[in-house]
DNA sequence: TAGTGCATTTTGTGCAAATGAAAAGCACAA
DNA sequence: TTGTGCTTTTCATTTGCACAAAATGCACTA
């Protein structure tokens, strides 16, 4: 059977992004919830939860079965077909080639080799792409503040991509919002919320415990961000919880996008650092909860001032 | 010569948004600068000046010309042909379509004519505009944060602020995000950004005290948004910012159904503590403004459950 | 020397058809 | 009932082209 250079069976129909964000969060979610080999998956269960119809639901458990990951029953519907723990979602399943160029232009830009005023169309045939693909990621670039339309023609980034203020800013902001947090009268600890946020890290320190790297940056991106969104979903104010997860989507791709990766034993502390404070909150100590939290995201601040952070 | 329903020269042929801009901009220029009637325009002058090219310029002074605030020289060039003082840009220019229907989307979902979830083939035919027309909408909206793509199909207009809740917490958040605005380290009054603030707030007390009613309802939103946009600008912080600023356009979905109308005395009151607040702002006294301000908050919240608010 | 008027080139927008993907419906099986 | 497998319908993205608008160059003049 024929492979592609990604290891993707070359002889899957090309998915499409939805189907591959979808097979990531079902395979997410088999493996936080420790499902047992032969557990049956239900099509419609899995679109309810996901706010989605069955269609790319199905596409989607296609491309785990291309992966050995499912298995149809002899009859009928499928079933899980092996252990997912050890599996990294990253590892096998397409990238999507949007992502790689809103890299591959961010590095572009930071090495000087993108000038600072450019055209679409002078974008176009650089990447070797659609206009459309052109507008969309300048679009991208233009929410997230690093690019600004001229007037007339062109497009302009930003003096500093990923700059030092930016980032200054961005952890103000969140210290702000996340202690607030925890400071809102409605503030319950939803142990139905945290519980699954608690377990994730908990492997995660294992992981790190047992020697063995981290299986992709990515993983500990979303495990950060299922922390620090978690707790302001127990704020019982739903601003509050907009604003730390429009925060961590802002940061997401220029994070991924970053070059240098952050160490072991920061990220051991980092984790350690969640844990304590989780266990703060379940313990409804939320003012000592708030002590660790302002602590925490101060020294993630100064830490990592143009690279990547908890 | 034949007029049409704005006013326009009929004959002119249809400007682009970017001509329309200039003539608007290059008006005000006029006008603040004190030009004299007679003065030359230039063109490369004005081009620079905006950064663009000669193009869009020499289209926005033929605008400016057709509507006779500017005439030619008897040999070449083009020279200001009346007094502009008393001209009001918004009268002689002609009107967004684009803009207009994005007041009009806006009301209709404040008033439940729209569903919450909508879709781009749904809207085409109901507002009579192509593909792209809806998309652009759409995404306006969505970069205030007032919908958002649904994975799949579809659009999803913000949670209202309707319902005793969700007013609470708006106000929680925005006490948050406004105060840690003032607190903020980079905070530094910017006259530039605060002068204009107060001189709106000072014409709408005094109109107020003529005992004249306020031209429109809209026009205390506008300077009520001006003022809290205004602080958080000053914050040097733009995710701060732009949290206020969403807050804002929030509101204004909720109120472009327009019907409830704040009481004079609590108008009156809400400018005197705004101006208050700019007051102690520009002394420096950063502490006391923000005491005024949650304040402020916490009365116009206590105030105005499910209606208009300051 | 800077500005104008016009011509040319470059760039971006709008539209319609074609393609691809998701939603919705239905018969049937466990 | 709930789920599956398939079909049909609806919806959205892509693509290519025609057109509109902005940028640029040049000859000419005050």
């Given at each position: ?140 670039f233009a929410?997230?503040?690093l690019v600004q ?6 497009w302009?980034f ?153």
């Open positions: 059977m024929s492979r592609d250079t990604t290891g993707q069976l070359a002889s899957a129909a090309a998915a499409s992004p939805l189907q591959i964000d979808l097979a990531r969060r079902i395979l997410e979610r088999i493996r936080d919830s420790g499902w047992a080999v032969g557990t049956r998956v239900s099509v419609p269960d899995l679109a309810r939860t996901f706010g989605v119809s069955r269609s790319p639901v199905s596409a989607a458990l296609e491309l785990l079965v291309a992966q050995g990951i499912l298995a149809g029953f002899e009859t009928r519907g499928l079933q899980l077909a092996r252990d997912v723990a050890e599996i990294d979602p990253e590892d096998i399943l397409p990238s999507s080639p949007l992502e790689d160029l809103y890299r591959r232009m961010m590095r572009d830009r930071s090495l000087g080799e993108l000038p600072q005023d450019v055209s679409e169309a002078e974008l176009m045939p650089r990447y070797e792409v659609s206009r459309g693909v052109i507008r969309k990621l300048l679009l991208r929410a997230e503040g339309r001229l007037p007339g023609h062109g302009r930003a003096e500093s991509l990923v700059g030092e203020d930016a980032y200054r800013e961005s952890y103000e902001f969140r210290i702000v919002v996340e202690c607030a947090a925890l400071r809102s009268p409605m503030f319950r600890a939803d142990p139905q919320l945290l519980a699954p946020v608690r377990r994730a890290h908990e492997r995660i320190l294992s992981t790190i415990l047992e020697g063995k790297s981290l299986a992709s940056g990515d993983e500990w991106f979303r495990v950060n961000a299922s922390f620090h969104e978690g707790l302001a979903a127990c704020s019982g104010n739903r601003f509050l919880a907009d604003a730390v997860r429009q925060q961590n989507n802002l940061r997401r791709l220029q994070e991924s996008a970053g070059f240098e990766q952050l160490p072991g034993e920061r990220l051991e502390q980092s984790c350690r650092e969640h844990l304590a404070i989780l266990g703060a909150v379940e313990a409804g100590e939320t003012e000592w909860a708030e002590a660790l939290l302002r602590q925490h995201l101060r020294q993630a601040s100064e830490f990592a001032s143009p690279a990547r952070a908890p």
